[in-house]
């Protein structure tokens, strides 16, 4: 989805651009920026299972704190008749999940830009992939794939 928007020829974000005056942009085919929007596409598609997440923890919490806290006078914000929480259960582990996945990003490089222009896109797994599937170095795409694992690991 995210190629065709942001496409230099037919993207809609390029014809968004151009309404404004602002000249195409080659998002995904520009070395500088193709990193970018790789990270925001994924960053997009992270964010549901966050909130996701987080509706639930905010689910869990007891009726009875929140209308304590309402009796207390909480704020958020400076206003009042507000509540102040902390998902203290669910920051942690967020972090750990979207760290795991950030460190396994394979599908929207490969899908968008094949590692490149220029390599500007290329992460530790689809270089593992290209060492294995393209360049037939399994004894290296190996060992790339262990130091992966114990960096997931850690």
Not at 18 to 27: C, E
Not at 33 to 49: D, E
Request: hydrophobic letters at 55%.
């Amino acid at each position: 989805m995210f190629s065709w928007l942001l496409d230099p020829y037919f993207g809609i974000v390029n014809l968004v651009l151009n309404k404004l005056g602002v000249a195409s942009q080659a998002f995904f085919q520009n070395p500088g920026q193709a990193l970018y929007c790789i990270v925001l596409v994924t960053v997009w598609g992270c964010s549901a299972f966050a909130v996701v997440i987080y509706l639930a923890a905010l689910q869990g919490i007891p009726r009875e704190l929140l209308e304590a806290a309402e009796i207390d006078g909480s704020t958020v914000g400076g206003r009042s008749g507000g509540y102040s929480f902390r998902c203290s259960a669910d920051h942690p582990f967020l972090v750990v999940w979207l760290t795991i996945n950030s460190l396994q990003l394979f599908d929207e490089i490969y899908v968008i830009t094949r590692g490149g222009p220029l390599a500007s896109t290329t992460v530790v797994v689809y270089y593992l992939f290209q060492q294995a599937f393209a360049f037939f170095q399994a004894g290296y795409a190996t060992a790339i794939a262990y130091v992966v694992f114990l960096a997931i690991l850690a």
